[in-house]
């Protein structure tokens, strides 16, 4: 008996001393580890977009597999109906996106249209009055005896090289923009083979890891996908409840206090505030930028208004919609949103919480049993005693 508890003392030291020396080497790797996650989000960004659109599509989708063709009982009925709501719902949520997107750029290069007339429009003034406005300005008169020639020359020659460096901006930009469009089908496609093959998938996968892993440890495993796929379905459905609940009180409001681009920045503080924590505060940087160009007075008007809808989105509608769906105190869903957008940038951000509520949910689970079982030896103990 003693010799099994001094085993037992033993793994656990050697257990403890390996997680101290793992947290220890990855302390002294950040940058390392940060790269090697960075690198891995973007190796199956198109299969986690994928997977994230199946679960989006995925919920209108059983709706319309429900309610279409429901009085028909032929057999070509029962066969369409699959293809058919899945059509359906990859059309409302294309639309959605599609609306969005065409309704937030407008808005948006038009404000920068206009900052750029505005410069253009102090540009002239200042030719016009002969320098005499840069004489009153701090450091007119260092711009004034400024060689504008050499300046332009000194620029070019320090964005690489006059027209090579525009070149390969321009290649950059549109491989960039190619490179988005591929992945965007490609999750498409991913997240219709998904839907399709989902049963498929999820009993072959339980017959590997049952097949594969000791009892345990495959019991462990189903559970935690389990959890995983639940709780990322809630926080897909809460997000976007809230984020459209969100754009529509943004535009009420701005419609009310008689705000410029009402439904473009609405519909953008929506779709920012699907990222939590944080997405707000970009749409509200946006928000004023697009308002300020137009009227300053207003832009700070939509400030205020904007920070006092952050905190009644907060207090009040977060905990409402989000309720239990994901159960994840507010500091861990901060640090989740921070530690992710260091590590992986827009897409730990997205991420984190659902990742870090998972985590947190199985620990707890863990946990709760670990007491259970020490309580249980504690009282069996003091019957023996």
């Known amino acids: 008996m003693k010799d099994i508890k001094s085993n037992k003392k033993a793994m656990a030291a050697i257990f403890v001393g390996a997680v101290c020396i793992l947290l220890f080497l990855a302390v002294q790797n950040l940058d390392v580890i940060a790269k090697a996650i960075g690198w891995l989000s973007d190796l199956f960004l198109p299969l986690t977009v994928g997977f994230c659109l199946a679960m989006i599509i995925d919920l209108p989708m059983q709706f319309f597999e429900r309610k279409l063709l429901k009085k028909c009982t032929k057999a070509w009925a029962a066969k ?9 719902s990859l059309a409302i949520v294309i639309s959605v996106i599609v609306g969005i997107t065409m309704l937030i750029i407008p808005q948006l290069s038009e404000a920068v249209r206009v900052v750029f007339s505005s410069v253009n429009e102090l540009k002239n003034l200042i030719a016009e009055t002969d320098g005499r406005l840069l004489e009153k300005i701090p450091f007119g008169d260092m711009l004034m005896r400024t060689d504008r020639e050499k300046l332009i020359d000194t620029i070019l020659e320090y964005m690489g090289g006059n027209s090579d460096y525009l070149l ?118 946006v928000g004023v930028f697009m308002i300020f160009v137009v009227d300053p007075m207003k832009s700070l008007i939509f400030l205020i208004f904007l920070l006092i809808l952050h905190q009644f989105e907060e207090n009040v509608i977060y905990p409402k919609v989000m309720g239990k769906k994901v159960s994840l105190p507010s500091l861990w869903v901060m640090a989740a949103v921070i530690i992710g957008g260091r590590l992986a940038g827009a897409t730990g951000m997205l991420f984190g919480v659902p990742i870090t509520s998972i985590a947190y949910t199985l620990l707890k689970e863990a946990t709760i049993k670990r007491e259970e079982k020490k309580r249980l030896k504690e009282n069996a103990e003091q019957v023996f005693e």
């Open 80 to 88: 369409l109906r699959k293809p058919l709501a899945l059509v359906v």
């Open 168 to 285: 390969d901006t321009a290649i950059d930009t549109i491989s960039l923009v190619v490179n988005l469009a591929i992945d965007g089908f490609v999750s498409v496609i991913l997240a219709i083979y998904i839907i399709f093959e989902k049963k498929k998938f999820k009993k072959d996968a339980k017959r590997l890891i049952k097949a594969w892993l000791p009892e345990k440890v495959a019991d462990w495993i189903l559970h935690a996908v389990h959890v995983s796929v639940d709780i990322s379905r809630n926080f897909i459905v809460g997000q976007t409840i809230e984020a459209v609940i969100l754009g529509v009180l943004c535009f009420l409001g701005m419609f009310i206090l008689d705000l410029p681009y009402a439904a473009a920045i609405g519909a953008l503080v929506g779709v920012t505030a699907l990222i939590p924590v944080v997405g707000c505060f970009v749409g509200i940087i």
